[in-house]
């Protein structure tokens, strides 16, 4: 008779067990260390961000942040590792917007879907970029800049961190309403985009700040306008685009953190939390207040529907601009 009470009893703690099974799993994230992929070379502005939210962020997890630089493609290479990389939270990336909103309509060879192969964490900034110049050109502002590439025709040229990145679209919008001719040169990234810009060996850059603002302070570049809505706070003194002859002129890059398409909700919940935690240290607000980013962040959620809207609108500039990487 024993035997035969004991052996349901046995039965339905192991079904109790099974049931719990993944609630007691999903607390043991992150059971080891997190690998945070950017997209893109050391130096760029995508990089600067990750480095200064994983050192918070490791605090908040109790795991190490380790920052995995995966350059090449415009950041398809990155990504598409994220996309196929295990869903369990242990690795995220810092999507940038022409990954995320850019990409999908200037090729049909974009080896991922960003809306179907990532689940959304959170997006943590936004920026505007800066037009710089080589010293080398005799323009201080952007209408004369405008006025030399009218009176040497096919003479400018423009670095960009990558085919479609918003350098570049944004570089192919002023030469579309200023009617001057400017010739794009990409690179894998803007670190070394900008070591060039510095050697004179390209004129002008459309750029994150965080790669260019000690060149400017330093007399090495020349910040002629941003980018943005509005005048930054790391760049008071330097008019916007709309300010300097095109009203309604507005740019902004935008980064948002991403777990591979699958990823339980424990771990992009948690992940979410502290994310948002780190993006409140007053360490990481004055690193990232000082080279032009706005703190941004919200639900996973609200990101997922952001990046829709962003890759509409996006969309409608690239067919305006014509441009295609394939």
Same mark, same amino acid.
């Given at each position: 008779?024993?035997?035969?009470?004991?052996?349901?009893?046995?039965?339905?703690?192991?079904?109790?067990?099974?049931?719990?099974?993944?609630?007691?799993?999903?607390?043991?994230?992150?059971?080891?260390? =997190?690998?945070?992929?950017?997209?893109?070379?050391?130096?760029? /502005?995508?990089?600067?961000?990750?480095?200064?939210?994983?050192?918070?962020?490791?605090?908040?997890?109790?795991?190490?942040?380790?920052?995995?630089?995966?350059?090449?493609?415009?950041?398809?290479?990155?990504?598409?590792?994220?996309?196929?990389?295990?869903?369990?939270?242990?690795?995220?990336?810092?999507?940038?917007?022409?990954?995320?909103?850019?990409?999908?309509?200037?090729?049909?060879?974009?080896?991922?879907?960003?809306?179907?192969?990532?689940?959304?964490?959170?997006?943590?900034?936004?920026?505007?970029?800066?037009?710089?110049?080589?010293?080398?050109?005799?323009?201080?502002?952007?209408?004369?800049?405008?006025? &030399?590439?009218?009176?040497?025709?096919?003479?400018?040229?423009?670095?960009?961190?990558?085919?479609?990145?918003?350098?570049?679209?944004?570089?192919?919008?002023?030469?579309?309403?200023?009617?001057?001719?400017?010739?794009?040169?990409? &690179?894998?990234?803007?670190?070394?985009?900008?070591?060039?810009?510095?050697?004179?060996?390209?004129?002008?850059?459309?750029?994150?700040? /965080?790669?260019?603002?000690?060149?400017?302070?330093?007399?090495?570049?020349?910040?002629?306008?941003?980018?943005?809505?509005?005048?930054?706070?790391?760049?008071?003194?330097?008019?916007?685009?709309?300010?300097?002859?095109?009203?309604?002129?507005?740019?902004?890059?935008?980064?948002?953190?991403?777990?591979?398409?699958?990823?339980?909700?424990?771990?992009?919940?948690?992940?979410?939390?502290?994310?948002?935690?780190?993006?409140?240290?007053?360490?990481? =607000?004055?690193?990232?207040?000082?080279?032009?980013?706005?703190?941004?962040?919200?639900?996973?959620?609200?990101?997922?529907? &952001?990046?829709?809207?962003?890759?509409?609108?996006?969309?409608?500039?690239?067919?305006?601009?014509?441009?295609?990487?394939?």
């Amino acid at each position: 008779m024993f035997h035969g009470r004991f052996v349901p009893a046995v039965t339905a703690c192991a079904i109790a067990l099974t049931v719990l099974a993944p609630h007691l799993h999903a607390e043991e994230f992150p059971s080891r260390p =997190v690998r945070f992929v950017v997209p893109y070379a050391p130096g760029g /502005s995508t990089d600067t961000l990750a480095r200064t939210i994983s050192t918070a962020l490791t605090g908040l997890l109790g795991q190490q942040v380790v920052v995995d630089n995966r350059p090449g493609a415009n950041g398809d290479i990155g990504m598409s590792l994220v996309a196929k990389a295990p869903a369990d939270g242990h690795t995220i990336v810092l999507g940038y917007i022409a990954n995320l909103a850019i990409n999908p309509n200037i090729t049909t060879k974009t080896p991922y879907d960003p809306h179907k192969d990532f689940s959304a964490v959170t997006q943590v900034a936004a920026a505007p970029n800066i037009l710089v110049t080589h010293p080398s050109l005799p323009a201080k502002n952007l209408q004369e800049l405008i006025a &030399y590439g009218k009176a040497h025709p096919k003479t400018l040229t423009y670095a960009s961190a990558g085919v479609g990145s918003i350098g570049h679209l944004t570089g192919a919008l002023i030469a579309l309403q200023s009617g001057i001719d400017m010739t794009h040169v990409p &690179y894998k990234g803007s670190g070394q985009a900008v070591s060039d810009l510095v050697g004179g060996h390209v004129k002008i850059m459309i750029s994150g700040m /965080s790669s260019t603002l000690t060149h400017v302070r330093s007399g090495k570049l020349i910040g002629i306008a941003t980018t943005g809505a509005k005048r930054t706070s790391a760049t008071p003194s330097i008019p916007t685009i709309a300010e300097s002859g095109f009203p309604g002129f507005s740019a902004n890059a935008w980064y948002g953190v991403l777990a591979p398409a699958g990823t339980p909700k424990g771990p992009v919940t948690r992940l979410n939390r502290d994310i948002r935690k780190a993006l409140e240290d007053a360490a990481v =607000v004055k690193r990232l207040d000082g080279v032009g980013f706005e703190i941004i962040s919200g639900s996973p959620e609200a990101f997922a529907a &952001y990046m829709r809207a962003e890759t509409r609108r996006w969309g409608e500039v690239v067919k305006a601009a014509r441009v295609r990487a394939d």
